[in-house]
C-alpha cells in the first residue's frame, strides 16, 4: 500500500500557483520524497524528489516540513498543460528491491 | 530519441489468445520495470528486472511472464489472455542502483483490451 495520503482533486486557476499536500506521517528517516505526474494518456513523468531540505527545480518547488511529515509540491505559475495526476511516493533510494508504489494521486484541474 | 519506447500502443485481441508487449529503453539504465494500470487509474508495479536478472515479481499470475534478453530491453509476454488483463500496461526504466536518486522514466503504455 502507498505510504501517502493526498486530496483526491484540487482546482487551481491558470497563472496562479499550484501547491500539492501530501501526508506521510509514517516515514523513515531514509526515506526520499518523490513526486510525479501523469498527464492524460501519458506515461508518469519524474518532477523532483527530496529528503529534508526544500528543492527547486525547472519545474517546481518541494517544501518539506522539519518533522518529514508532510510536504508541499509548488508549481509556481500552472498553465493548463499542468492539469495532470500528481503521485507523491516515498522510498528508500538505491534499494533495488525496492517497491515503488503509487498511491490514487491529486487530479489537478487548472483552470483558464 | 526516444527514452523509453514501447510497441505496440494499442492491442485489442480476443480471449484466449497469447500476447507480447514490448519495450527499449536508450537510457543505459540497469534497471526496467512493468506496470499495469487499470480501469480505475491505480497504477501497480508487476516486475522490475536489473540487468537481466528478475529482482521484483510482484503476485501475477504466472500467464505473465516478462523476458529480458538484454538490459535495454524487457518484453512481456502474455498467455492466455483474459477480459481483467485489459489495462495499460507501462514500461519504465531508472539508473537505480547503481546511481542513487535516479527517477523512474516511463513509456507511454500499451493499451491492451481484451474481447
Known amino acids: 500500500d502507498a505510504k501517502t495520503t493526498q486530496p483526491p482533486s484540487m482546482d487551481c486557476a491558470e497563472g496562479r500557483a499550484a501547491n500539492l499536500p501530501c501526508n506521510h506521517s509514517t516515514i523513515s528517516g531514509n526515506e526520499y520524497v518523490y513526486w510525479y505526474r501523469q498527464i492524460h494518456s501519458q506515461g508518469p513523468q519524474y518532477i523532483i524528489h527530496?529528503?529534508?531540505n526544500n528543492e527547486t527545480n525547472e519545474m517546481a518547488s518541494l517544501i518539506i516540513t522539519e518533522d518529514r511529515k508532510s510536504s508541499t509540491l509548488i508549481l509556481p505559475h500552472a498553465t493548463l498543460r499542468d492539469t495532470a495526476v500528481y503521485y507523491c511516493i516515498v522510498r528508500v533510494t538505491g534499494n533495488r528491491d525496492d517497491k515503488i508504489i503509487f498511491g490514487k494521486g491529486t487530479r489537478l484541474h487548472i483552470l483558464p | 530519441d526516444t527514452a523509453v519506447s514501447q510497441t505496440p500502443k494499442y492491442l485489442v485481441t480476443q480471449m484466449g489468445n497469447d500476447k507480447s508487449i514490448k519495450c527499449e529503453q536508450n537510457?543505459?539504465?540497469?534497471?526496467m520495470y512493468w506496470y499495469k494500470q487499470d480501469s480505475k487509474k491505480f497504477l501497480k508495479i508487476m516486475f522490475s528486472?536489473?540487468?537481466?536478472?528478475?529482482?521484483i515479481n510482484e503476485t501475477v499470475p504466472n500467464r505473465f511472464s516478462p523476458k529480458s534478453p538484454d538490459k535495454a530491453h524487457l518484453n512481456l509476454h502474455i498467455n492466455s489472455l483474459e477480459l481483467g488483463d485489459s489495462a495499460v500496461y507501462f514500461c519504465?526504466?531508472?539508473?537505480?542502483?547503481?546511481?542513487?536518486?535516479?527517477?523512474?522514466?516511463f513509456g507511454n503504455g500499451t493499451r491492451l483490451t481484451v474481447t
Open positions: 527530496g529528503l529534508k
Open positions: 528486472y536489473n540487468n537481466k536478472e528478475l529482482i
Open positions: 519504465a526504466s531508472s539508473q537505480e542502483p547503481r546511481t542513487l536518486y535516479s527517477p523512474l522514466h
Open positions: 537510457l543505459g539504465h540497469d534497471t
